[in-house]
């Protein structure tokens, strides 16, 4: 069976090695992403875990003193809980970037395998078409 060149063998095997690295990058992506979804869902409970402990603090007799470290803390807790959804936001665009970079290097290793395929077709058809033309030359010969 004809092979198609080395040439060809080694870009698609480049285009296979792209795409496998732009599909880890994608998976990592999604990864950072989970977990930054993770952090913002802690820190949104603690938050309200937090908020309920200062309210049932506010019916005791407590101190004003408390009562403003408990709204202060609440308070940097909301800026945080604000950086972490820009982040998030942040790595929302990553992901899609990674993706959109995983789908034209996939869709570039598709290509270079159709084309090799073809090459092995058409391969395949010239010996075929070759062998005919020795059983044709052979067969006159014998008329």
């Known amino acids: 069976m004809a092979k198609p060149g080395k040439g060809l063998l080694a870009v698609e095997e480049y285009a296979r090695r792209k795409e496998q690295g732009a599909l880890k990058a994608f998976g990592e992506s999604q990864t950072v ?3 930054g979804l ?3 869902l802690d820190l949104e409970r603690f938050r309200s875990e937090y908020h309920s402990q200062m309210l049932q603090k506010g019916t005791q007799s407590t101190r004003m003193a408390v009562l403003q470290h408990y709204r202060r803390f609440i308070e940097q807790l909301d800026q945080v809980i604000g950086q972490q959804q ?3 936001t942040t790595l929302e665009e990553d992901v899609k970037l990674k993706r959109q970079a995983w789908l034209v290097t996939r869709n570039e290793k598709k290509r270079y395998e159709k084309l090799r395929e073809r090459a092995r077709e058409e391969a395949i058809s010239r010996e075929l078409l070759q ?3 020795t059983l044709d030359d052979q067969a006159g010969r014998r008329s």
């Open 33 to 35: 992403l989970q977990q």
């Open 38 to 40: 993770q952090q913002l």
């Open 86 to 88: 820009q982040r998030n």
């Open 131 to 133: 062998e005919q033309a």
